[in-house]
Nanobody, 128 residues
Framework: QVQLVESGGGLVQAGGSLRLSCAAS????????VGWFRQVPGKERELVAA????????YYTDSVKGRFTISRDNAKNTLYLQMTSLKPEDTAVYYC?????????????????????WGQGTQVTVSS
């Protein structure tokens, strides 16, 4: 079992950048496919970006393509989400999540129920 702890959220002006980190403990993050979700009150949790188990595939939701980059440092056991050109609509609680790869090394899990482990979330607020 892996434990996930996010950090790096905060308040930033539109057009600014933030880098979220997700530190894993208990097991190595290289054993999992991982992703970043976000949620605003009253809306469903949305997958923002994900990376497959061996890192051969990535996914980005359309609204963040070209602005966000997901990466993983297995040596540091940490997942990152680099966010640039932030917009007020990016305001949300961001969660990192990990899933046990069940459908092959290149599979990208896009649904919340496919993820087995979650962090507690970190708030990102983008002011206009």
């Amino acid at each position: 079992q892996v434990q996930l702890v996010e950090s790096g959220g905060g308040l930033v002006q539109a057009g600014g950048s933030l880098r979220l980190s997700c530190a894993a403990s208990g097991r190595t993050i290289s054993s999992y496919a991982v992703g970043w979700f976000r949620q605003v009150p009253g809306k469903e949790r949305e997958l923002v970006a994900a990376i497959s188990w061996i890192g051969s595939s990535t996914y980005y939701t359309d609204s963040v393509k070209g602005r966000f980059t997901i990466s993983r440092d297995n040596a540091k056991n940490t997942l990152y989400l680099q966010m640039t050109s932030l917009k007020p609509e990016d305001t949300a609680v961001y969660y990192c999540a990990a899933n046990v790869p069940r459908k092959g090394s290149g599979y990208i899990a896009t649904l919340g129920f496919e993820y087995d482990y979650w962090g507690q979330g970190t708030q990102v607020t983008v002011s206009s």
